[in-house]
């Protein structure tokens, strides 16, 4: 499986983004697929997952209500909408997927938050 994100830039305080991520390859074997992101000066920290046939999610305690994890099976793409972005939210975000765990990454996009 391949994945491939997109979406990120620069965007100010209170801005809107929506990072996309498109999956190639042996597509057929993904339950779940994930946001994460690495802050500044942070580990990879979980964003939200979603599984991919059910579309049942989960999200971080900082992203809950801010951020919208969505799919497009027919287009083997995820989505992440995110809206009223702070600074702290600024990191790479990398999509992830996997039958079980998180086996298959992306490359990362970069979102930058401006205060």
């Known amino acids: 499986v391949q994945l491939q994100a997109s979406g990120g830039g620069l965007v100010q305080a209170g801005g809107s983004l929506r990072l996309s991520c498109a999956a190639s390859?042996?597509?057929?074997?993904?339950?779940?697929m994930a946001w994460f992101r690495q802050t500044p000066g942070k580990d990879r920290e979980f964003v939200t997952e979603i599984t991919w046939r059910g579309g049942v999610t989960d999200y971080a305690d900082s992203v809950k209500g801010r951020f919208t994890i969505s799919r497009d099976n027919a287009k083997n793409t995820m989505y992440l909408q995110m809206h009223f972005l702070r600074a702290e939210d600024t990191g790479v975000y990398y999509c992830?997927?996997?039958?079980?765990?998180?086996?298959?990454w992306g490359q990362g996009t970069l979102v930058t938050v401006s205060s």
């Open positions: 992830a997927a996997g039958p079980r765990q998180y086996d298959f």
């Open positions: 390859g042996r597509t057929a074997i993904i339950y779940k």
